[in-house]
Structures are given as structure tokens and as C-alpha cells.
């Protein structure tokens, strides 16, 4: 079992910064990967950003250049740091954890952070 919790969400101005902050039950390197997702009201859960086990990393297209996804200096935690945010960011922010491989792996969830982007 891997526990996971959320914490850095809230509203923000367009065009400002927050930084999301996922901290895990579990030793990291027994995790295959970490990601955040997103799920904005009416539409279907999607991926923002990966960190697998050896560090490489992957982007939705919608927020490369503006999100970074990065291991924190606290064990057992990952955060991403959110930049030149706009509505579309709005949406519940989830942290998932990954154990096993892509195919056959068991996933896990935080209850989520949401992130709300309006003047």
C-alpha cells in the first residue's frame, strides 16, 4: 500500500506560480513512477507530468515549458512546480503513484488539490 498526500494547491492570478507538493507512505525507490494528474469539471482525468525511478521525465503537450515535475529534498516526496498558469490549469491536481511495471503495475491516488486560475 502506498499512501499518498497532496498539498499546495489553491487560487491563484493568471500568469502566477504554485507548487504542488505530493509526499508518499512509501520509500520512493520502491515506486516505478510518480506523476501528477489532472481532472478539470466535465472533462476526463489526464496526465501533466511523470518522474519514473531513474528520474526521466514526460509532459502533457499543454504544459510543457510552464511545469516542472522534481523530486523534493523531504523523503518520499515530489512536487511540481507550476508556472504562467491560465484558466485552462483550473482542475483537481492528483498525485499518483505507480508500483510494478506499466502494464501489470498497481496505481495509487491522493484525494487531490485544487487549483483554481481566475482574476
Known amino acids: 500500500q502506498v499512501q499518498l498526500v497532496e498539498s499546495g494547491g489553491g487560487l491563484v492570478q493568471p500568469g502566477g506560480s504554485l507548487r504542488l507538493s505530493c509526499a508518499a507512505s512509501?520509500?520512493?525507490?520502491?515506486?516505478?513512477?510518480m506523476g501528477w494528474y489532472r481532472q478539470a469539471p466535465g472533462k476526463q482525468r489526464e496526465l501533466v507530468a511523470r518522474?519514473?525511478?531513474?528520474?526521466?521525465?514526460n509532459y502533457s503537450d499543454s504544459v510543457k515549458g510552464r511545469f516542472t515535475i522534481s523530486r523534493g529534498n523531504a523523503k518520499n516526496t515530489i512536487l511540481l512546480q507550476m508556472n504562467s498558469l491560465n484558466a485552462e490549469d483550473t482542475a483537481v491536481y492528483y498525485c499518483n503513484a505507480r508500483v510494478g511495471s506499466e502494464t501489470y503495475g498497481v496505481h495509487y491516488w491522493g484525494k487531490g488539490t485544487l487549483v483554481t486560475v481566475s482574476s
Open positions: 518522474i519514473t525511478s531513474d528520474n526521466s521525465t
Open positions: 512509501r520509500n520512493l525507490f520502491s515506486i516505478s513512477a
